[in-house]
């Protein structure tokens, strides 16, 4: 049924073949999503493999939800509690959906929102400012981060990071403790290991419970290990391709233990970086550019990023087989790619976002 789904799907948008310099396999049809009158829309920013997308938007300079049934449905607004603006990181099979909302003076709540449930604050670990949710699966186990912020706590090693992971999200510059954390219905909130980073962020996982992220251990402040989890805390440093620098970072994890994230090489430029089940680091690419990053993988690996140069930032899509491709919009313009799901869905924008789109696969 899901198959004759998605070919029905495939005949009513826009041809696009997308082509790169790496492959030209991959062929997609590219549509705008519909808004109701009255709504900005940002992006579609997660997908589940029901064919259900969510993303951020605006109506009167109110922060919205919006949530598409699939991909000819017209985005239904949902309306939050007063808050500054939000953030959607993921959506699982079961229609949770989980991101952060900002409440004011750079604070963050990590909340999980349904269709059955509505929206629900994931609350705080003891003692934190600010929690942001990052991946939830199948089970409604989620993770993410939280941030102490206290100027009393290693005054002179302020955080220079301008995003906490895809580049995407700016967070405050200043002293702080941030931690990696897991989340259950039956547990609540509580912080992953090791306890002597410096700082640490949980950024996805996946069925098995098995966690993405990455830390920086508390004697090496220009380190970063890209690492995994299991639910229960056991920690896996992940090990890097050589001739990069020991700053790693692991963004999304697949069903098998495949992890797609990102490395920086001797010249401060980011690499992208698949994973195998075994650990074993595979570089993505090579991109005409100077920097790319992953933003999130299916369980199939097929991985979607950003690759950039000194005149603009493509989105790719990769796998072990094809290689890299380049997603581009009916002009030729570049896109922007936030999510993939398990039938090669990709849910994005135009380049700058404000107008929300997905990439349709229709060999499937």
Request: aromatic share 10%; hydrophobic share 40%; proline share 7%.
């Amino acid at each position: 049924m899901r198959q004759l789904r998605w070919a029905w799907l495939c005949a009513f948008s826009v041809a696009l073949c997308v082509a790169s310099e790496v492959s030209a396999e991959a062929v997609y049809r590219f549509r705008y999503l519909r808004m109701p009158p009255g709504i900005e829309g940002f992006a579609v920013t997660a997908a589940n493999d029901r064919g259900q997308m969510v993303g951020e938007g605006w109506r009167n300079r109110d922060a919205c939800l919006l949530f598409w049934e699939s991909v000819d449905a017209t985005a239904e607004v949902v309306p939050l509690p007063a808050i500054d603006s939000i953030r959607i990181r993921h959506m699982n099979n079961r229609g949770q959906v989980v991101g952060a909302t900002f409440i004011g003076g750079g604070t963050t709540r990590a909340f999980m929102w349904s269709r059955e449930s509505g929206y629900m604050e994931l609350g705080l670990p003891e003692g934190a400012d600010s929690s942001f949710a990052h991946g939830i699966n199948d089970s409604g186990q989620v993770v993410g981060m939280a941030t102490w912020w206290d100027p009393g706590i290693w005054p002179e090693q302020v955080s220079q990071a301008t995003d906490y992971g895809t580049g995407a999200f700016p967070i405050p510059i200043r002293p702080s403790i941030i931690r990696p954390w897991r989340w259950s219905a039956e547990a609540g909130m509580s912080v992953l290991g090791p306890q002597d980073m410096l700082e640490g962020w949980a950024m996805d996982i996946n069925d098995r419970g098995e966690i993405a992220g990455f830390f920086t251990p508390n004697e090496s402040p220009t380190v970063r290990h890209a690492a995994t989890w299991t639910f229960d805390g056991e920690l896996t440093v992940l090990s890097t391709p050589p001739g990069v620098l020991p700053r790693a970072m692991a963004y999304s994890i697949g069903k098998l233990g495949q992890v797609a994230g990102a490395c920086y090489d001797d010249r401060g430029h980011a690499g992208a970086v698949f994973w195998d089940r075994d650990g074993v680091p595979l570089q993505i690419g090579p991109f005409p550019g100077t920097a790319a990053r992953p933003c999130d993988m299916n369980d199939k690996g097929e991985v979607i990023g950003s690759w950039e140069n000194t005149e603009s930032e493509y989105s790719f899509l990769w796998d072990r087989r094809r290689g890299a491709t380049t997603l581009l919009l009916p002009d030729g313009a570049p896109g922007t790619a936030y999510t993939i799901n398990d039938f090669g869905l990709i849910g994005g924008s135009n380049h700058g976002g404000w107008q929300p789109c997905v990439w349709i696969p229709c060999s499937r």
